[in-house]
Nanobody, 122 residues
Framework: QVQLVESGGGLVQTGGSLRLSCAASGFTVDDYTIGWFRQAPGKEREGVSCLTTSGLNIYYLDSVKGRFTISRDSARNTVYLQMYSLTPEDTAVYYC???????????????RGRGTQVTVSS
């Protein structure tokens, strides 16, 4: 069964850290561009980070640059989003998706997860 499952979300205080995981089954993450997205209440979903198949191209939303890091573990068929220095503005449901190219439209990705909630308290 093809699926992506996010985990690692939770409640953290301002300045804290979380590592989100995106575990794939039914396909290999190495064969896809992987994107992380988030959607805060009342806001549009936005692309947070993207990692291409080659690993040579990595993109970050300006507001997370220097705080978030995307990485891939081929042996575990999992992609991670390490998040540091979290602020309440990072509160959102975080999704991962597997597709062919990096873009800001999660619906264009082939496989999409259901999300994990990240809440940052002030």
């Amino acid at each position: 069964q093809v699926q992506l499952v996010e985990s690692g979300g939770g409640l953290v205080q301002t300045g804290g850290s979380l590592r989100l995981s995106c575990a794939a089954s039914g396909f290999t993450v190495d064969d896809y561009t992987i994107g992380w997205f988030r959607q805060a209440p009342g806001k549009e979903r936005e692309g947070v980070s993207c990692l291409t198949t080659s690993g040579l191209n990595i993109y970050y939303l300006d507001s997370v640059k220097g705080r978030f890091t995307i990485s891939r573990d081929s042996a575990r068929n999992t992609v991670y989003l390490q998040m540091y220095s979290l602020t309440p503005e990072d509160t959102a449901v975080y999704y991962c998706a597997a597709g062919r190219t990096c873009n800001g439209y999660m619906n264009t990705y082939t496989h999409r997860g259901r999300g994990t909630q990240v809440t940052v308290s002030s």
